[in-house]
């Protein structure tokens, strides 16, 4: 899902605070469950009442004895009133405790013998599993929408089932809803039949498949139906709103094509689909059946600049990776999640580009290196954690993501993709863990890299570098000094490359560095213009590099990477001087990708003098509307009447919404009254995933006018749509010190019944560090059967409390 173990060769202690890496993680080791019999088939027959929140019905389950003499059968059930059990038209006895659900048949199985239970049960309002949504005080314009969330052990709370993802099985979905509704699920459907007042949807999943990964969801969905090859290609969206599913979804054929390319096996399944739907906490892989945040409907005009490309083709690997197959524990879910988060990349160097593609994964750099030094640090292979959500972190996703980046250089292009189709191919429909994956590299190269993961997977941390080049002419040799400053030495493989003046010539170098410091030089034509290291952007890594200001000119013009460009933008920027204003303001004009652009612009904004200023404002009009958002954002950093000024027309006229908004925020920083009703009115402004609006509400707070706080404390609550109410939340995160009420305003967002409003609130709690926020998450973390709002909150308390948390 996105939102994008073995605990050896520890390699470093955590940075973070011990309250909120022992309340997270723990010290007792988890396991896959044992188990007395194998799931071969779930049948779901149920009928859906959006109106009472009722989800009721049958689940037979056809089972397989693994040993001799089973005769109960335990399954996971949570939430839900079991009203009868048989067998081959037979009552069977049955008892729930908690949320095991223990089932006796009339006699002991012998090992491979088959049996099939049907189990009656009712959920009424459910909290975990299955959500309904509908339209009252607090969303009035919610659609009528019923939908399933599985991951991570979550499917037990909508029928029961041994909730373990290493547990497979064929399903059917048998959905009974009102008519002129329809039920999407797994697979393929196999009929549509009206039934009186409703309608009966027959879906089937003929391939195995983890058992959280079946879904349901229901809604007035209209279906938009393309075609990659053979295989339907089909949106379900709210009716109304098919070209934004169009849009937004626009690049799954490609992406089909490309991923069944690379990965030599063709997708697997008979379709694909994908539901948009309300107040979906980002994307969920269901098997042939993606849900969708409907933040995938993009209209017309944020068309302009927005896109959820990365979303589209990072749920649609993981039907490779994760569903084809599956982590045999959460403890390996980076063979799900970062893979899915490697495809990203993938996808978007075939679609946008190379320099896109890096400037994304520098931005996973980023936020793992975040967690990394303000939450907690661990192995990506971990196997103690309070709840399984805990480990869908930034080190599964970004740090999982760049692991599989560097194993692609580390192995080469031909000797990669040879792995990975063989790693698909053998372990096809089952469950693996990360021993299988090196396995599998080894028996398709020969290479052995358990050092590799040893450093990587199983052990904790990155490398931080220092470097320092030098040219000594008399003996035409560049030096390169490199010192590693965090704790132990890594074993790195460097590239280094050297380019002479006008890119005359080349030099690339290939070294290895154990050491904590070492020396390296080599003999080159003549005295480089540029030196780069790490030119391909290749290596998770901190680097600090000291070199003249020549070589960052140079670098800023010259170099082949986007990424390249960046950085010397922002040494530039620290430089500061009239020649590298000018060199900074010709590359936010003319360098040819955005993204290097956008950081000129933002490194001009960084430089704080007149002429930088002026420069900026001569950039305006810069046709690219991202590096446009950039200039804005740079001169909002001057916060005064003049850049207000420049601003204020850009905050109503500009053809792109992110920039419109950028220049709110821009006019919230000025810190002029003026301006208080100009936000006031784009507060209501409508727009795309409420972008003006929330920026206005940002710039209002921004202004820190105390005047501005009854406008907060209102987008605080009902009936503010999502996106404001979550945005006014954490606004209101920042004043609470000055308001001895806004503690309580923000816990309000507790009772949401959207998930999102209640994860914002947990984490705005536990940012402000108010004792009086306490209670209030203890509640969460006791009460609430929401194992993913329990978790934000253990996370909450541990840093308002900085002390480790009593096990829960």
Not at 55 to 65: E, F, I, N, Q, R
Not at 275 to 291: D, L, Q, R, S, Y
Not at 418 to 432: A, G, W
Not at 603 to 612: F, I
């Amino acid at each position: 899902m996105e939102l994008r173990e073995d605990g050896r060769c520890s390699r470093a202690r955590s940075t973070a605070s011990g309250g909120v890496k022992s309340a997270l993680l723990g010290k007792e080791k988890r396991y896959a469950p044992d188990r007395a019999f194998d799931t071969l088939h779930v049948r779901l027959d149920l009928t859906v009442d959006l109106r009472a929140r009722v989800l009721s019905g049958t689940c037979v389950t056809t089972v397989k004895a693994i040993k001799d003499g089973v005769r109960r059968l335990e399954f996971d059930a949570g939430g839900m009133r079991i009203l009868g059990a048989s067998s081959s038209g037979k009552r069977l006895a049955f008892k729930l405790e908690g949320e095991r659900l223990a089932v006796t048949l009339p006699k002991a199985l012998r090992a491979g013998v088959d049996a099939e239970v049907a189990v009656r049960y009712r959920i009424a309002s459910p909290q975990r599993g299955f959500h309904f949504v509908s339209p009252g005080r607090e969303a009035p314009d919610a659609p009528w929408q019923a939908w399933s969330q599985g991951q991570p052990e979550d499917a037990h709370y909508w029928f029961p089932c041994h909730d373990s993802p290493h547990e497979k099985a064929t399903t059917e979905v048998v959905a009974r809803v009102p008519r002129g509704w329809r039920a999407v699920s797994n697979g393929v459907l196999l009929s549509r039949k009206p039934a009186g007042s409703r309608e009966v949807f027959h879906w089937r999943m003929n391939h195995p498949h983890s058992l959280y990964l079946v879904t349901l969801s229901v809604g007035r969905f209209a279906e938009v139906v393309e075609k990659w090859e053979d295989v339907p290609v089909v949106y379900y969206c709210e009716e109304g709103r098919e070209e934004d599913a169009r849009r937004g979804f626009s690049k799954t054929a490609s992406a089909l094509a490309l991923f069944s390319k690379k990965f030599g096996v063709r997708y697997p399944y008979e379709r694909y689909a994908q539901v948009a739907a309300a107040e979906f906490p980002g994307g969920m892989e269901n098997t042939t059946c993606t849900t969708q945040t409907d933040a995938c409907l993009v209209d017309r005009e944020a068309a302009l600049d927005t896109d959820l490309d990365l979303l589209v083709s990072h749920e649609l690997a993981h039907q490779w990776f994760g569903d084809l197959v599956t982590c045999r524990d959460w403890s390996h879910a980076w063979l799900n999640e970062g893979f899915a988060t490697y495809c990203e990349y993938v996808f978007t160097e075939h679609d946008k580009g190379k320099d896109a593609a890096d400037r994304e994964f520098d931005n996973n750099r980023r936020v793992y290196f975040d967690e990394d030094a303000h939450r907690y640090r661990r192995a990506i292979v971990c196997s103690t954690y309070k709840h399984p959500w805990v480990l869908f972190d930034r080190h599964l996703y970004e740090k999982g993501g760049w692991v599989l980046h560097m194993l692609r250089r580390e192995l080469g292009e031909e000797a990669w993709w040879r792995s990975i189709s063989h790693y698909l191919r053998r372990f096809r429909d089952q469950s693996v863990e990360t021993g299988d994956l090196i396995a599998a590299i080894e028996a398709s190269t020969g290479r052995n890299l358990r050092k590799f993961f040893d450093q990587w997977v199983y052990g904790t941390g990155y490398p931080s570098l220092q470097s320092r080049s030098s040219w000594d002419a008399a003996k035409s040799t560049a030096r390169l000094r490199v010192k590693q400053t965090q704790g132990d030495p890594f074993e790195l493989p460097l590239s280094v490359r050297f380019t002479g003046k006008d890119g005359h010539w080349v030099k690339d170098f290939h070294e290895t560095l154990k050491d904590k410091e070492k020396e390296f030089s080599w003999r080159l034509p003549g005295e480089p213009a540029m030196v780069e290291l790490d030119p391909e952007h290749s290596l998770l890594k901190k680097l600090d590099e000291k070199k003249p200001l020549g070589l960052w000119r140079a670098q800023l013009t010259g170099a082949a990477s986007g990424l390249s460009r960046s950085q010397a933008a922002a040494a530039l920027g620290k430089w500061g001087d009239s020649a590298a204003v000018k060199a900074l303001a010709s590359a936010a004009r003319r360098d040819p990708f955005w993204g290097a652009a956008a950081d000129a612009a933002a490194a001009l904004g960084a430089v704080r003098t007149d002429s930088a200023r002026k420069a900026l404002e001569a950039l305006l009009d810069s046709e690219h509307p991202k590096v446009r958002r950039a200039v804005v954002a740079a001169l909002a950093g001057w916060t005064d009447s003049r850049s207000a000024k420049v601003l204020e027309p850009l905050s109503r006229r500009d053809p792109s919404i992110h920039v419109r908004g950028e220049a709110l925020r821009g006019l919230g920083r000025a810190k002029d009254p003026a301006y208080l009703a100009e936000l006031r009115a784009a507060v209501k402004r409508p727009s795309y995933w409420g972008v003006v609006s929330t920026a206005a509400l940002q710039g209002l707070s921004l202004t820190r006018d105390p005047r501005v706080l009854p406008d907060l404390v209102r987008a605080a609550k009902p009936p503010t749509p999502y996106p404001q109410r979550a945005h006014a939340l954490r606004a209101l995160g920042t004043w609470h010190a000055s308001d001895d009420s806004l503690v309580s305003v923000i816990a309000g967002g507790l009772g949401s019944r959207d998930e999102r409003v209640q994860m914002t609130a947990i984490q705005v709690l536990g940012e402000t560090g108010d004792p009086r926020a306490v209670p209030h998450l203890e509640r969460i973390r006791d009460k609430s059967p929401d194992t993913r709002l329990k978790t934000y909150a253990l996370e909450a308390l541990g840093k308002i409390k900085g002390e480790d948390e009593p096990k829960k």
